[in-house]
């Protein structure tokens, strides 16, 4: 079904498609529309799930976990500080195995107060053991939502998928949903494995008190399967695209000149911008500059999933290259862009720097990624913010 509606709404609509038991959330800005409708979708008869109202997006958080362990499949959104009220209840649903779904409309964090988009919040808990997902659009962001549920309730992970608040919750633009059919050949009715969920009949404990003997073999088992959970992300959305014919099965794309010597690296809605800004550089005479017309063309990796990190995946698309600029809409206060703190940590020959932009919702124009083009051929390797 091709329509042309606002982002959060699109969302919903898949989210609703999935058939999840139990829906809860907690309205924050920019997240709140995708809530909205799905109350809305429940309160017209065109939704089957369970709708908790929550009085904190920590409870919400609680309240998936509730439904989550006692075998039914279970959705939740939030924002900014929403999400990091959560944190505590993130680490449990990981450590627990459990296979919720959440979006994370991005949003900065206060203070001071901002309720526009970067990637701060997402970024401050990405170490809370989720499969991490960033939509760099619309289209992207409701085929992300199928995948999600199918890959945690197989690896038994939870999944956040990570869209750009207001540049693409509240941005009205062409999409397409998937047809109930196919979608429900895809992704069944949720039926959890015997043992994994609370039951009255088989009694059984969820993140109970682990000693010093045991709790460190457990969390390794969670690396280890996040690890594994490539493989599966990857398998996934290679079915997806087979049978609706759209989407993609790397958890990175290049785009641009193959042979490229200067690579963009960033994540999200700001690739769309790289890419025109791309698109123009490698047009012959679009440089005023002498030295920016001599320096080679441009690509850029576009990274759609932040954990697991793709390691394989973006040494190879990014080990031919010579500069290497990572444009991060977050910052690890003291050091640099956590994005590009994870690129430096792979074995590459070219340089690689730092460049913090779109704070708070400035806006990252196509002159600006210009402007980091030529930055990044200069002698200086300090972070900059543009």
Known sequence: MKLCIEGSNAVARVVNMCKPGVVSAYPITPQTHIVEDLSKFKSDGEADFEFVRSESEFAAASIVLGSSASGVRSYTATSSQGLLLMTEVLFTIAGMRLPVVMTCANRAVS??????????????????????????DNQ???????????VAEQTKIPVMVNMDGFVLTHTYEGVELPDVPNLNKYLPK??????????????????CFATPEHYQDIRKDLFDDLEKAKKVLKTEFANYKKLFNRGTNELVEYYGDKKAKTVFVAMGSVNGTISQAVDELNESGKHSSPRLRMSGKAGVVIVKCFRPFPVEELTKHLSGAKYIAVIDKSVSLGKEGVLATEIKSLSLKGKVQSFIGGLGGRDITVEGVKGIYGKVQGKGGKTVFV
């Not at 962001?141 to 199928?146: E, K, L, N, R």
């Not at 009255?200 to 969820?206: A, G």
């Open 111 to 136: 203070a001071p107060i901002n309720i526009w988009n970067d990637q701060q919040d997402s970024m401050t808990v990405r170490d809370s053991g989720w499969i991490m997902l960033y939509a760099r």
């Open 140 to 150: 992207e962001a409701i085929d992300m939502h199928p995948v999600a549920f199918k």
């Open 190 to 207: 949720y039926e959890p494995e015997e043992g994994q969920y609370l039951d009255v009949d088989n009694p059984k404990s969820l993140g």
